[in-house]
């Protein structure tokens, strides 16, 4: 690192232990970015779901937003690789794509939730609310498995 990056740093981070940020809010400013959120269209946004559906099935279910996708990306779709539960102690991985991030208020969170849980049952969804969320949960709902997901 050099000298003026780490003077930086350091500014940066007196700043923040000073107290001018918390991590939440340093969080949501960094990721979240001003989003408002999607459900009630004017509160400031606290959280984001992120879900994953299983790229096996996904063209077929999603045709416009798989176009959309190729599109973007050249040609290719890009996806994501999740250890899946399947059984005691065997995991398989499986490839999923993400779909587009929902933000969410405080308010609408419950309904953002609920929304969320009615979603195909093969669907990963993570919600996401910065560092006082502990760690990111991550629901699975594989087919006719129980469990969970390691990212
Ligand atoms: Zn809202």
């Known amino acids: 690192m050099g000298r003026d990056a780490k003077i930086k740093a350091e ?9 001018m940020r918390t991590p939440v809010e340093e ?5 979240l970015r001003g989003a408002k959120c999607q459900q ?3 509160a400031p946004a606290i959280g984001q779901l992120l879900q994953f559906y299983p790229a ?5 279910r999603f045709p416009r ?3 959309q ?4 990306g050249g040609g290719t779709i890009r996806t994501v690789k999740f250890k899946v539960y399947r059984d005691k102690d065997h995991w398989e991985t499986r490839e999923f794509v993400s779909m587009p991030v929902v933000h969410y208020c405080a308010g609408c969170k419950k309904v ?3 929304w969320a849980a009615r979603a ?3 669907m990963v969804a993570e919600f996401r609310e910065g560092p006082d969320n502990g760690q990111s949960k991550i629901s699975v709902q594989v087919r006719g498995l129980a469990g969970g997901a390691q990212a």
């Not at 096996?56 to 077929?60: E, G, H, I, N, P």
Request: glycine residues 6%; aromatic residues 14%; proline residues 3%.
């Open 27 to 31: 969080w949501r400013f960094r990721v």
């Open 65 to 67: 937003l798989a176009l």
């Open 112 to 114: 953002v939730s609920a």
């Open 40 to 42: 009630c269209q004017t």
């Open 11 to 19: 500014r940066h981070l007196r700043k923040f232990m000073g107290g």
């Open 69 to 72: 996708y190729a599109t973007e």
């Open 56 to 60: 096996s099935d996904f063209q077929r």
């Open 120 to 122: 195909p049952s093969t």
